[in-house]
């Protein structure tokens, strides 16, 4: 069967998806570089539509996950850890299960372990992993340099992936959670990771090549595993995509997957070895 006009093999809108990345990529070029702040404000706002789906798409199977509370709780743990490290984001983040436990059982008792599991779910991913970013930030040397760095690694393990997969595409690697993804597009991930590691940790960071080799290598294993991760909590919940907010990549949740499994192996590694 042909692809749609303007789509492709693997059902992506192709130019939309392109010019959606490009706009993403000079927004959060422009708030590191210009304004840290900003950046996380550009972060809040884009991890607080990843939530919003993610709630939405609990509430289709009758799921309750209090909205605003987590929302908030997602905002104090990323300002938490870039004004006070990791002891804050840890705190912020305990206090933040509680006051939603506690928010959750003023609302009657039926379902209440279902309801308070996933809302535990999604206090940890994202609200707590997209912590580590403003961890890379807070930096006080190359705090933008390392972000940047993570950003463009984890990208290339879903550009890659995808130009591997579309050219070369033969043997499933989970067909059950994703058909699309092939040993072929993970080949393809690894090499172009590990190819922008490498790059940009010998440029940005001034360190020896082998480390953003190193880097590469791990996020690619970590940004597949999110990937997954958030394939079998979309089949489980009966949706394609978690929502329709970027045109040809889907929701913002279906963008941040990978990411967001990166994220605390990137900081460890960067923190260890840089």
């Not at 693997?10 to 590191?32: C, D, E, K, Y």
């Not at 590469?216 to 907010?245: H, N, P, Q, Y």
Request: hydrophobic share 55%; proline share 4%; net charge neutral.
């Amino acid at each position: 069967m042909e692809a749609a006009a303007g789509g492709s093999r693997t059902g992506r809108n192709l130019p939309a998806a392109i010019a959606v990345g490009v706009g993403l990529g000079a927004a959060v070029i422009g708030s590191l570089y210009f304004v840290k702040v900003l950046f996380l404000a550009v972060v809040i706002a884009a991890v607080g539509v990843g939530v919003t789906e993610l709630v939405r798409s609990f509430a289709q199977r009758d799921i309750r996950v209090p909205l605003i509370p987590s929302l908030a709780g997602m905002a104090a743990i990323l300002v938490g850890a870039y004004y006070g490290g990791p002891a804050w984001m840890l705190g912020i983040f305990a206090a933040m299960v509680l006051v939603l436990m506690v928010w959750r059982m003023f609302q009657g008792t039926e379902g209440y372990v279902r309801d308070i599991s996933a809302t535990v779910l999604v206090a940890v991913y994202p609200s707590f992993l997209v912590g580590f970013v403003a961890l890379l930030l807070s930096h006080p040397v190359d705090g933008p340099d390392r972000v940047i760095t993570f950003i463009a690694t984890t990208v290339a393990s879903d550009i890659g992936g995808y130009a591997a997969g579309v050219l070369f595409g033969r043997h499933k690697m989970s067909p059950l959670i994703s058909p699309k993804k092939t040993w072929e597009g993970f080949a393809g991930s690894a090499i172009a990771c590990m190819a922008v590691g490498g790059w940009l940790v010998s440029w940005l960071l001034e360190a020896e090549i082998w480390k953003g080799v190193l880097l590469g290598a791990v996020v690619v294993v970590f940004a597949t595993l999110g990937d997954l991760v958030e394939s079998v909590i979309k089949r489980d919940l009966g949706v394609k995509d978690m929502g329709s907010v970027l045109p040809g990549h889907g929701g913002l949740m279906d963008r941040l997957d990978s990411l967001l499994a990166a994220l605390i192996p990137v900081w460890v590694l960067l923190t260890l070895l840089i």
